[in-house]
T-cell receptor, first 114, second 114 residues
Framework: KTQVEQSPQSLVVRQGENCVLQCNYSVTPDNHLRWFKQDTGKGLVSLTVLVDQKDKTSNGRYSATLDKDAKHSTLHITATLLDDTATYICVVGDRGSALGRLHFGAGTQLIVIP | DMKVTQMPRYLIKRMGENVLLECGQDMSHETMYWYRQDPGLGLQLIYISYDVDSNSEGDIPKGYRVSRKKREHFSLILDSAKTNQTSVYFC?????????????FGSGTRLLVI
């Protein structure tokens, strides 16, 4: 059973627009949540990690929120660029140790057009 | 530049042949992972290695085995490949599986079993 659900499955925006990606999960316990960017044919690159019960992070044009009560996270991309075209993957870690597991969402495919 | 290197990048094998996927990292990370990524699914953990000769099954270990004789090197072996093992395989490493530890992924090996 999928424990990390991402929406939308795919998204097309025009360069310069903002967008919001959603992540809902049922993983318990939920120690931390991480967003990755995966360019086509490449590996995953970490964008940000959220840890607290209600957390917010910012990394340049990327900002993220986490609400552990709602088991929900968002990734905001501001003023999108063509290079933002990629798949964005939400990952929930169930522990803060090597004994834990990472639970991966299937990703949101973002396409930025001129 | 810290990185995880996977070889080969692309591989075509016939059903029943043996397959060796190699992964190396230059960060002295204790923990290393093998995942597979299939369309529409999140990454699935095949095996995790906590250090040399300290390996544990992940969520989908059937049909795979691993070898870790040096900290910097982690191999995935398919004895008698099957067509349903066609996938993209990712290796990753981390210092420790916790929220404050960065995960570094390789660029993937695309395996086609015919």
């Amino acid at each position: 059973k999928t424990q990390v659900e991402q929406s939308p499955q795919s998204l097309v925006v025009r360069q310069g627009e903002n967008c919001v990606l959603q992540c809902n999960y049922s993983v318990t316990p939920d120690n931390h949540l991480r967003w990755f960017k995966q360019d086509t044919g490449k590996g995953l690159v970490s964008l940000t990690v959220l840890v607290d019960q209600k957390d917010k992070t910012s990394n340049g044009r990327y900002s993220a929120t986490l609400d552990k009560d709602a088991k929900h996270s968002t990734l905001h991309i501001t003023a999108t660029l063509l290079d933002d075209t990629a798949t964005y993957i939400c990952v929930v870690g169930d522990r803060g140790s090597a004994l834990g597991r990472l639970h991966f969402g299937a990703g949101t495919q973002l396409i930025v057009i001129p | 530049d810290m990185k995880v290197t996977q070889m080969p990048r692309y591989l075509i094998k016939r059903m029943g042949e043996n397959v060796l996927l190699e992964c190396g990292q230059d960060m002295s990370h204790e923990t290393m992972y093998w995942y597979r990524q299939d369309p529409g699914l999140g990454l699935q953990l095949i095996y995790i290695s906590y250090d040399v000769d300290s390996n544990s099954e992940g969520d989908i270990p059937k049909g795979y085995r691993v070898s870790r004789k040096k900290r910097e090197h982690f191999s995935l072996i398919l004895d008698s490949a099957k067509t349903n093992q066609t996938s993209v395989y990712f290796c990753a490493s981390s210092l420790a599986q916790n929220a404050n530890s960065d995960y570094t992924f390789g660029s993937g090996t695309r395996l086609l079993v015919i």
